[in-house]
């Protein structure tokens, strides 16, 4: 009996022995979703470099497709997000874990390693990348991580700090999150790279990731890791750099697609356009004839968009995007014109239609929108100020009684002409506008006026004008402003009562409209001088048959008006949605807090005062020469031109 006992209590110290070489690790583990038991599935590679600052739900799906449905492991060096529901919403798998390892003593405990070895996918969350090389790096976890990677095949993925480690060149941002500043000295103590130590993905050993690319103005920063690396490593990098809640997904072969929201860039290096100068204490010089890197921008779109050859960089086999040079000057990141809008305009939005144009009519307003397009470009040129640029581009339109502002600007139903303007320096967030003036010949002028040489933002009606005179603006007769068309289309509203004329910009496709192709015709311009300040302007002559001292969004700031350091917008449209949504503003908020594109914030918004009710458009310029003209009616007048004179004229819904 006493050696029966011996015995099993031998046996049971060997079980408890056994069992403490593979027991999970005290709160490694956060949390489990699904079936603890461990499956395999078939898998294909693959690896996500996704820009941070949100989910991107295509990413997802596209490793879980990869992953044949098996079991996922989320793994974080600190905090305790969960991203079970997030990843579990966009397809199905056999479960899903997450680990925090937080010290070098859990990343070399074997049941971690074997939780990821025995993944089918692997995702590594946002965080502090210097703390994953700090407690990952030549360690039981860092081994299962490049095991996925090389040899089991499975997709692996990461997130903001989680991208920044999957390739072979990263940052660790050990001293601090290093700045576009670090331009001003390569060498800078925050510039801590790293050769081929850790991680080790398919295609990216001579490649380095950034992340929240354009949302934190990264692009100098890249530049001034690429150079680094070049000097000190004598190795020729490449870069891919996804912006926020977008990815870049690599497949086994190494074709790259871009999805989610922003865009991601490719970085191509040249042996013969080496940086001139990267010294210590200096700023980085890097020009090459403004050619010193190349660059491939795509679009992302939910399921994917473009294709790029990471297996070679092959700039001949990319595709859906667009080609830059960037380049470093005295330590600031510089790109290539060739893409770069510098200047926008429109003439309103409305009810616009092809069928309901004479070839003539059609002429006279890309005429007109080309001489206003010429006219700021002319400005910006010379050097001159975005405020100029603006000023001169609206004041041409202005002049032109095709369009509602100025000398076309409608009849209210008293049988004036009552007009409202404003203007805005994205610098420094000044802003002026005037509104129910009757004898100010531009407005836009009078509105620049206010905002320079007053310590006001808006006046309004006979003070404006009073003001207007004594700072020398140029008044005239009221009678100055009439046209017989406008004339007769007050006259049609006076007969029909129009009181619910809906748009401040002009008439609604109904009776008692002051043209027959129902156009709003507000005018704006947004522009970027070649000192990178945005300015935006808005003019309008209001709605026909208006009441009652009635002002509509074009000169109240951030509803119609509006321009920051990273964007400018100038908006058209019934204006009381844009009032209450407060529209231009709203969309830089978007650009600026969310990290959304131009492109995706302007629909965003346009959709907003969309869903209350209300339609227009708006045009928006963005600090890198990005514009978007977003509008939900079946057309707006609009054009650009780009900082090498190339000149866009559209006016219907389908271009």
């Known amino acids: 009996m006493m050696m029966r006992s011996i015995i099993l209590a031998v046996c049971g110290l060997c079980l408890q022995t056994a069992s403490a070489q593979v027991a999970k690790p005290l709160k490694a583990s956060l949390g489990l979703m699904g079936d603890a038991k461990d499956v395999t599935r078939v898998t294909k590679g693959g690896v996500a470099l996704i820009g941070g600052g949100g989910n991107v739900d295509g990413a997802f799906k596209w490793m879980i497709d990869r992953s044949g449905g098996g079991d996922v492991v989320v793994i974080r060096a600190s905090g305790d997000y969960l991203y079970h529901e997030d990843i579990a919403k966009c397809g199905s798998v056999n479960s899903i874990e997450t680990l925090l390892i937080n010290s070098r003593e859990v990343a070399n405990d074997e049941w971690v390693a074997q939780k990821i ?32 990677l090389n040899q089991k095949k499975v997709p692996v993925g990461g997130t903001s700090a989680g991208c920044a480690v999957l390739s072979g060149f990263y940052y660790s941002g050990e001293v601090g999150s ?27 050993k001579n490649v380095i990731t950034d992340q929240h690319y354009v949302a934190r103005n990264r692009q100098g920063r890249h530049m001034t890791f690429l150079a680094r690396i070049i000097q000190d490593w004598k190795v020729l990098p490449k870069g891919i750099a996804p912006d926020e809640r977008t990815a870049v997904c690599i497949d086994e072969k190494g074709d790259a697609t871009v999805i989610g929201e922003g865009k991601a860039y490719f970085l191509l290096t040249d042996a013969g356009k080496r940086p001139e100068r990267c010294e210590a204490d200096r700023a980085l010089q890097w020009k090459a004839g403004l050619q010193a890197v190349k660059v491939y921008e795509v679009p992302g779109s939910p399921t994917g968009n473009g294709y790029f050859s990471v297996a070679d960089f092959d700039a001949a086999k990319a595709k859906g995007g667009k080609w830059y040079w960037w380049w470093m000057e005295n330590g600031k990141w510089e790109q290539s014109p060739m893409d770069k809008y510098v200047l926008v305009v429109h003439g309103g939005a409305g009810t616009i239609l092809k069928s309901k144009m004479t070839p003539e009519k059609e002429a006279a307003y890309r005429a007109a929108l080309q001489q206003s397009l010429e006219a700021g470009y002319a400005q910006w040129k010379a050097g001159a100020s975005s405020l100029d640029a603006v000023v001169a581009a609206v004041r041409v339109l202005e002049d032109n009684p095709l369009f509602n502002a100025g000398k076309g600007a409608v009849f209210t139903h008293d049988g004036q002409n009552e007009m409202d303007a404003a203007i805005m320096n994205g610098k420094t967030l000044a802003a002026g506008a005037v509104a129910g003036v009757h004898t100010i010949r531009n407005p836009i002028t009078a509105a620049r006026a206010v905002m320079e040489k007053s310590e006001h933002v808006m006046m309004v009606g006979a003070g404006a004008e009073l003001f207007a005179k004594e700072v020398g603006i140029e008044l005239v007769d009221p009678s100055y402003f009439r046209t017989e068309e406008r004339w007769k289309g007050l006259q049609e509203a006076l007969k029909e009562d129009s009181l619910k004329a809906k748009l401040d910009h002009s008439a609604a496709p109904r009776k008692g409209t002051i043209n027959v192709d129902y156009k709003f015709g507000t005018v704006g311009c947004v522009a970027l001088d070649k000192n990178g300040v945005l300015a935006a302007g808005t003019s309008t002559g209001g709605m026909t048959n208006k009441k009652y001292g009635r002002v509509g969004d074009a000169p109240i700031i951030g509803a119609g008006t509006y321009a920051n350091g990273s ?54 310029l963005d600090k890198n020469g990005n514009m978007a003209m977003p509008f939900n009616t079946e057309g707006m007048y609009r054009g650009a031109i780009t900082a090498d004179g190339k000149i866009e004229i559209y006016i219907y819904g389908e271009q």
């Not at 290093?178 to 130590?197: E, I, S």
């Not at 492109?599 to 209300?614: D, F, M, P, S, T």
């Open 567 to 620: 964007v400018g917008v100038s908006c058209t449209g019934w204006g009381e949605f844009y009032i209450r949504t407060v529209v231009a503003h709203e969309l830089s908020a978007l650009v600026e807090y969310k990290g959304l594109t131009l492109q995706n914030a302007g629909k965003a918004v346009i959709g907003q005062v969309g869903k209350l009710g209300g339609d227009g458009g708006l045009i928006a």
């Open 117 to 148: 070895r025995d993944a089918e996918m692997l995702f590594i969350s946002g965080g502090d990348q210097s703390n994953y090389m700090k407690f990952w790096r030549n360690t039981k976890t860092s081994a299962a991580i490049n095991y996925l």
């Open 178 to 204: 290093a700045t576009a500043a670090v331009g001003m000295d390569p060498y800078d103590v925050q510039v801590k790279l790293y050769n081929n130590d850790f991680l080790q993905p398919p295609y990216l």
